[in-house]
């Protein structure tokens, strides 16, 4: 079975990546346009940077215990009980666990990146995502995928360090 909230999890590693450590508006804006958001109208950069910053821990978390904490704190803070939804978008019936579907911003971006997060923490038993361990890089990523856990944000930077080890080492 394919992981259900996959694209919720994506859309959050892209946003995180474009609204830290420093927000670029028009490239928040295209992210929200390849996830299919279309009312961007008001989007509120600083209150989705406000959220990345809440979500990052949940990446940077040491072990599934850790990251579950992180995930259950956002869901005290944020979540109000489940409810199923389809926006007439066509996406068909999902879980939201945000007050709305015309919320802020901030609730929006915690709430459905934790369920996200959470549903793949649950299905893997274990941490849902990294920090990119390159020391130049630090980008978020999701482990979304079989196999072992990543420890890059991308091939580029895994190669990148291959090398500069390979290097060091002659």
């Known amino acids: ?53 809440e979500l990052l821990p949940v990446f940077a978390a040491p072990d599934v215990a850790a ?21 007439d978008e066509g996406y068909g019936w999902h879980l939201h666990v945000d007050a709305s579907d015309d919320g802020p911003w901030r609730a929006w971006l915690v709430t459905s990146s934790a369920l996200g997060l959470a549903s793949l923490l649950a ?23 079989g196999g072992s856990p990543r420890r890059f944000c991308s091939p580029r930077c895994a190669t990148r360090e291959r090398v500069a080890a390979h290097r060091a080492r002659r």
């Open 123 to 145: 299905e893997r038993q274990d941490v849902p995502g990294g920090l990119c361990a390159s020391p130049s890089c630090g980008k978020p990523f999701a482990h979304t995928g």
């Open 67 to 87: 990251a579950a904490a992180v995930l259950n704190g956002l869901f005290a803070t944020y979540a109000r009980p489940p409810r199923l939804t389809d926006h």
């Open 1 to 53: 079975m394919a992981f259900p909230h996959r694209d919720s999890v994506q859309r959050a590693v892209d946003l995180l990546r474009v609204l830290l450590p420093h927000p670029d508006p028009a490239a928040v804006r295209r992210v929200l346009l390849a996830h299919g958001e279309t009312d961007l109208s008001e989007v509120d950069v600083p209150e989705l940077h406000a959220a990345a910053l």
